[in-house]
């Protein structure tokens, strides 16, 4: 996977995107009294056909960034670019070619979908707002989808009520790929749903991927899913991103003690090998994006912190003799074989 | 999916039900209507007030008394009072001036009937848009709109009536515009809290996310979910309107004399209370049995609509299903017979002016 | 502080509100051509040189802002007018309608406000009783019943009845609480109850739809698992929640209490200021119109205000509002 290089490689460019909320106080006039900093100064690439996992905690962010690449929430400040063109801050009228091309698929499909429409009406929704199909065409079409992504075309007239938790993210699926997008956005598609339906899911997603050459941005908090589908893969931390890169060398050698303390927390499919493993329990809470930590944002938390990190924001660049794709936003980066519980704060389980 | 090095395989299992039109929400509610009796009856109520409305002419080629002729020979007794039911071909009795009260009274049906209906229908128009626009576009709009509709709300409609009779003259075309203009307020009121709540919804976000642009978005996601409390709320509007029409017509600012109206009728039966007894009970009964119809009928609307509330007098069915009380099944609103009003929804503001 | 802000915004408000109402009733009664108005002040069977004289002692010739400025001038000095009949001030006879009128929305909010709620902790708390079931009638027969014909009934039933067989303390008219509380009460008792009797049903189904929601959620479970009596669960826990929706109901309602108020003193002769309204209309007397007019849409913007307050002390989220 190139860097910046090749440009036509690249679908989606996301350049110091900075994102916050104002916070709004006060008795006769309301004032702004702070800031929630959703999304601060993160910068990363999706190339063509390919994924990248978004990884985070509640909080991280990665909703909102996912939600400004859309373009269904105005940035801060920072750039968006689609396919070459700048996307940020178009007008609705603007953007709304754009929106063909870059489609989302939701957590919660229980109220992704309008109760009180039918789904063959819901998957059409597309074809209708951008006129493309309509009538007996718009069906054929509707049920063409309904076929590819696994579900009986015979149910188009049925209400979501009538289906599973499963089929219903099928059912986003078959909308989002309507209009053959280029780039799907998929906000936790599996979060909600039990294990076994969530392998179904996701083998569809590759399906898809591999026939119409898609882009995903993968966002999730279950790191052996986004190890699964991913690419390449981003870590963020309240707003920033920690560390990024292809998947085998963040998994493989992580860097950042974030990533460290992730990695140690997901359940090992290996027991042997887990028993074996250090477990690093972070102290205290996700600290309110509203008044982040000073410097690096993990300090708080981090058992290698040293005085350096709460001063000093740390830059998103390679470490050491790392691939010049992968890349740390830390100051004392963790190194191969380094036992980070025995380090400071840290407890051993 | 490598969780356990294993891969699972699994396949959808192939529906083999016939091809099966999902039963629509509206579909549900009219079964489960047809079992509620109570409902059932107030539907045929109105559904018999409208009629005898409609075919007044008729009772009039039968008795051969129309409205608004006074028979002071035989419809009035020596010392000018009302005959009682039942004399001289007159059903009902007279009223003040010898005209047949039954006659009256079905003519005053036809005006407040047209005037319940034509009002919730604006009302229920104007207040639905409103209340969409406000709640889903939000910001110096919704500021606005919503501030107004507070101000609607608490204002006082007596003095509104007063003033605007003095102004252009009671009628009924100033009548309908008056409770049309305090309808669509407690509508657009619920539908704004609605269209709060349902605009964060998933779905709406898809919407967007799809190029949906505002208006579709109002039209074809947000209001087919909130057409069931709308449906309801216009139907408990419906008696209010015909008490308000009623009152107005009854201070003498609403439908003026010789037209036949309820209030008009029950305000001329106070000087003949001792004497005429039944010059108020009667039409006093044909308002009651009216707008107490259409509250039971949006009551029983409601309940249909919502099947997880239990029901004071549900039938065999109902009582199937009853089960343990569950937390928060019982909603007083739906369970309780309900007001013409509908508390407004606080969760919303508080009221302001 | 966030408290005194929140008051502070709606005082400005209601003054406001006041303003717009005074602006419009001037707007809609004065602003229409010269002679139209005159001729509706003067009367129905007014000569020419009645006509011009009108409109000389009024200056209605003159521009409409002047006219304007004048009438906002007189309104805040507390002047209301004079009536065009008996050239009394408008602020004399509204001194005069205020007993008849205050002893009714004083006694009917009580009865109200007592009635309701006590049939509806009541049927909460026996949801689904012989009582409960009565009430559930009792209510929506109250509901569904305009206030004229709920006094009509009653004159009809009880004042009538009782006054043939000989018994004299229920009567119609008014008769002030200085002239004997027996009379007092026996002239108020059916305005009373008629005034009350819808409002009752109202807040009789409000509260007991809060309370039973109130009464199914956990935190109930867990104050009767603590042991406390049934009794204190209720008062203490349940009530407390339930009762700020009927507060904020009350702010809503005042509109329909003044409507309330017209009828019922209209019905029973009381003579209260709604009763002079609606004679005013009969007559056209302008001046009294407007004057009421206004103190109308004060009265609501300061109950509104005060049930407002009430709201923001049992529920503190409202004041960060």
């Known amino acids: 996977m190139s860097t910046a290089a090749a440009d036509d490689d690249v679908l989606v460019r996301v350049e110091h995107l900075v994102k916050y909320f104002p916070v709004r106080a006060g008795a006769l006039i309301r004032r702004t009294v702070g800031q929630v900093h959703a999304v601060d100064d993160v910068s990363l690439t999706i190339p063509r056909g390919k994924t990248l996992g978004l990884v985070g905690e509640t909080g991280s962010g990665k909703s909102t960034l996912a939600r400004c690449v859309a373009g269904l929430i105005p940035v801060t400040s920072g750039r968006v670019s689609f396919d070459g063109r700048d996307i940020t801050g178009l007008s609705h009228g603007a953007m709304r070619p754009v929106r063909r091309e870059i489609q989302m698929i939701f957590q919660d499909p229980y109220s992704s979908l309008n109760p009180r429409r039918r789904v063959g009406s819901i998957i059409g929704d597309p074809f209708a707002i951008h006129k493309t199909a309509t009538g007996a065409e718009r069906k054929r079409l509707v049920q063409e989808l309904m076929e590819r992504v696994g579900l009986n075309p015979e149910h188009y007239n049925r209400f979501p009520a009538e289906f599973s938790g499963g089929q219903r993210q099928r059912i986003g699926v078959a909308r989002a790929l309507a209009l053959r997008p280029k780039l799907i956005i998929c906000d936790e598609p599996v979060s909600a749903l039990d294990v076994s339906i969530q392998a179904q899911v996701l083998n569809l997603l590759a399906d898809l991927q591999q026939d119409y050459g898609l882009s995903y941005l993968f966002i999730a908090h279950d790191l052996e899913v986004v190890r699964h589908v991913s690419d390449s893969v981003a870590v963020m931390y309240l707003g920033r991103i920690g560390e990024s890169g292809p998947k085998e060398q963040v998994y493989g050698s992580p860097r950042h003690p974030y990533t460290v303390a992730l990695l140690s927390a997901a359940p090992a499919a290996d027991p042997e090998a887990a028993a074996g493993r250090q477990r690093i329990i972070l102290a205290g809470d996700v600290p309110s994006p509203i008044d982040p930590p000073s410097g690096c944002r993990f300090h708080p938390r981090c058992p290698k912190a040293r005085a350096l990190c709460g001063e000093q924001e740390p830059q998103l660049e390679v470490k050491a003799d790392d691939p010049a794709t992968h890349l740390t936003a830390c100051h004392f980066p963790v190194e191969a074989g380094e036992n980070l519980a025995a380090a400071g704060r840290s407890e051993l389980t | ?353 | 502080m966030a408290l005194l802000g929140f008051m502070i915004r709606r005082i400005l408000g209601g003054i406001v509100v006041v303003w717009l109402v005074a602006t419009a009733a001037f707007l809609l009664f004065f602003a229409r051509p010269v002679d139209i108005v005159a001729h509706q002040l003067a009367g129905r069977a007014a000569t020419p040189d009645v006509i011009n004289e009108v409109i000389r002692n009024l200056g209605l010739n003159q521009p409409i802002a002047v006219q304007y400025w004048h009438f906002l001038d007189n309104l805040v000095h507390g002047n209301l007018g004079f009536s065009y009949y008996t050239g009394e001030s408008v602020n004399t006879m509204l001194k005069q309608d205020l007993p008849p009128t205050g002893s009714l929305v004083l006694g009917g909010v009580i009865l109200w406000l007592i009635a309701g709620l006590t049939v509806g902790i009541i049927s909460a708390t026996k949801a689904r009783s012989l009582f409960d079931r009565f009430s559930t009638v009792a209510v929506l027969i109250g509901l569904s019943m305009p206030v004229f014909v709920i006094g009509e009934l009653l004159i009809l039933v009880v004042f009538l009845p009782l006054n043939e067989h000989g018994l004299h303390w229920v009567q119609t008219g008014y008769s002030g609480p200085s002239q004997g509380l027996s009379s007092w009460v026996g002239h108020m008792i059916l305005p009373w109850i008629t005034l009350a009797a819808v409002q009752a049903a109202v807040y009789t189904r409000l509260s007991r739809g809060q309370l039973l929601d109130t009464l199914g959620e956990d935190y109930i479970r867990t104050a009767r698992a603590k042991g406390l009596s049934e009794r204190r669960v209720i008062f203490r826990h349940g009530v407390r929640a339930a009762l700020t929706p009927v507060v904020s109901q009350l702010g809503v309602d005042v509109g329909q209490l003044l409507g309330g108020v017209v009828v019922t003193e209209t019905v029973f002769g009381l003579g209260g200021i709604g009763e002079t309204s609606v004679q005013a209309i009969y007559t056209d007397n302008l001046p009294v119109i407007i004057g009421f007019v206004i103190i109308a849409a004060a009265f609501v913007v300061l109950a509104n205000i005060i049930v407002d307050l009430v709201y923001a002390l049992l529920d503190p989220r409202v004041r960060i509002a």
């Open chain 2, 1 to 353: 999916m490598s969780l356990t090095g294993l891969e699972i395989v699994a396949e959808e299992v192939p529906s083999d039900a016939p091809v099966v039109e999902g039963r629509s929400q509206w579909q549900l509610t009219w079964r489960r209507l047809r079992q509620d009796k109570v409902a059932m009856a107030a539907l045929a109520v109105i559904a018999i007030m409208i009629l005898l409305a409609i075919f007044a002419p008729v009772f009039v080629a039968i008795t051969h008394h129309p409205p608004n002729i006074a028979y002071p020979l035989t419809g009035e007794t020596a010392a000018g009072n009302p005959v009682p039911p039942g004399t001289a071909g007159f059903w009902l009795g007279t009223d003040g001036t010898g005209r047949d009260l039954f006659i009256r009274i079905l003519y005053g049906a036809r005006i407040s009937l047209f005037v319940g209906f034509v009002t919730t229908a604006i009302g229920t128009l104007a207040g639905v848009s409103v209340g969409l626009i406000a709640g889903y576009f939000g910001g110096v709009v919704d500021l606005v709109l919503a501030r107004f509709t507070d101000a609607v709300l608490a204002f006082p409609y007596v003095v509104l009536a007063l003033a605007l009779a003095v102004v252009l003259g009671p009628s009924l075309p100033v009548i309908i515009g008056v409770i049309s203009f305090f309808s669509w307020a407690a509508i657009a009121r619920v539908v704004r809290g609605q269209t709060l709540s349902i605009k964060e919804k998933e779905y709406i976000e898809a919407a967007r996310s799809l190029g949906a642009g505002p208006f579709r978005i109002m039209f074809i996601d947000i209001l087919p979910n909130l057409l069931a409390p709308v449906l309801v709320l216009a139907t408990l509007y419906i008696p209010t309107a015909i008490v308000f029409e009623a009152t107005l017509s009854y201070l003498g600012l609403g439908i003026q004399p010789p037209t036949a109206s309820w209030g008009d009728i029950l305000a001329d039966a106070q000087n003949f209370y001792s004497v005429a007894w039944w010059y108020i009970v009667f039409p006093a009964a044909a308002l009651l049995i009216t707008t107490l119809a259409f509250n039971l009928l949006g009551d029983g609307i409601r309940d249909a609509m919502d099947p997880r509330t239990e029901r004071i007098f549900a039938g065999a069915a109902g009582r199937r299903r009853r089960g343990r009380l569950r937390r928060g099944a019982l909603t007083g609103g739906a369970n309780f017979p309900n007001a013409a009003y509908v508390p407004p929804d606080h969760t919303a503001n508080p009221p302001e002016i």
